[in-house]
């Protein structure tokens, strides 16, 4: 059974960094694809960044140029790292897996952006 397992979050204030870390419980070459979600309260969960298994990504426009997806293959593991945050930042951050066989998701981290 794959299992996700996200870390790195915490509270930062406005403009500063965090990296978010997904840990796959094998190995992320299985996957199609690996993403990062997110979603704030009262608001739909929304794509933020995805990474596929040749390194193509895609990074929604809201955090264009702030925000960067990674992966290390030999790690089993995805990154996001996160500058300039902003307030509208703040949510819980999911990792996901999507493969042939199943899509996956993590329990998520919260990330909180205030001064």
């Known amino acids: 059974q794959v299992q996700l397992v996200e870390s790195g979050g915490g509270l930062v204030q406005p403009g500063g960094s965090l990296r978010l870390s997904c840990a796959a419980s094998?190995?992320?070459?299985?996957?199609?694809?690996m993403g990062w979600y997110r979603q704030a309260p009262g608001k739909e969960r929304e794509l933020v960044a995805r990474?596929?298994?040749?390194?193509?990504?895609i990074t929604a426009d809201s955090v264009k140029g702030r925000f960067t997806i990674s992966r290390d293959n030999a790690q089993n593991t995805v990154y996001l790292q996160m500058n300039s945050l902003k307030s509208e930042d703040t949510a819980v951050y999911y990792c996901?897996?999507?493969?042939?066989?199943?899509?996956?998701w993590g329990r998520g981290t919260q990330v909180t952006v205030s001064s």
């Open positions: 996901n897996a999507g493969a042939n066989y199943g899509n996956y």
């Open positions: 094998g190995s992320i070459l299985s996957f199609n694809t």
């Open positions: 990474i596929t298994s040749a390194g193509t990504t």
